[in-house]
């Protein structure tokens, strides 16, 4: 099947998949924020890829709780739902408050476990900082760091750290970053 069939790998219609996708991106809107770009990008690849359709999120009508929970009756769409809301929300560190309370409250209309959410929320909050740390005690970024300070580069390291955690925010520093 390619990306633009509207008869999906899970049977679906775009009907139905722009309902998911609509519910999604209304539990992720927030009085305090809408969908970052990396949001909105992860979501459209889960679009291509989890639905195998070329329906843009963007594109598609904002559905509060209730309404997605009328238009979306089957509990594993609703679970796939979630999946995707709670991913869109681990890639935000910290997790805005207004947000996790977002998706529970979407989670709990659509009748699916909110355990299932807050677990998700502790494993982000805990084990995420424990891969960070394996990632850069064994990345090559590391090793390219550490041989750059053996090598005169301490400076520059630095400089590039401190405007990497906006302590001395350097535009072009930031750019290069982005």
């Given at each position: 099947m390619s990306p633009t069939t509207s008869h999906l790998w899970l049977g679906?219609?775009?009907?139905?998949?722009?309902?998911?996708?609509?519910?999604?991106?209304?539990?992720?809107?927030?009085?305090?924020?809408?969908?970052?770009?990396?949001q909105w990008d992860l979501l459209d690849a889960m679009a291509r890829h989890v639905f195998l359709t070329?329906?843009?999120?963007?594109?598609?009508?904002?559905?509060?709780?209730?309404?997605m929970a009328t238009a979306v009756a089957d509990p594993g769409l609703r679970l796939l739902a979630v999946h995707i809301m709670v991913t869109l929300?681990?890639?935000?560190?910290?997790?805005?408050?207004?947000?996790?309370?977002?998706?529970?409250?979407?989670?709990?209309?659509?009748?699916?476990?909110e355990p299932m959410v807050a677990a998700a929320r502790r494993f982000a909050h805990h084990e995420l900082?424990?891969?960070?740390?394996?990632?850069?005690?064994?990345?090559?970024?590391?090793?390219?760091?550490w041989s750059g300070i053996r090598h005169g580069r301490f400076l520059r390291l630095l400089r590039n750290k401190l405007a990497y955690e906006n302590i001395a925010p350097d535009v072009a520093i930031a750019r290069r970053w982005r």
């Open positions: 679906l219609s775009g009907t139905t998949v722009r309902s998911i996708l609509g519910g999604v991106v209304g539990a992720v809107t927030t009085s305090a924020a809408d969908p970052t770009p990396l070329s329906i843009e999120p963007r594109d598609v009508s904002i559905l509060d709780a209730t309404s929300e681990l890639v935000l560190h910290p997790v805005p408050s207004v947000l996790a309370a977002s998706i529970a409250r979407t989670a709990h209309t659509l009748g699916v476990a900082a424990l891969m960070y740390l394996d990632l850069q005690r064994s990345s090559e970024f590391s090793e390219t760091t």
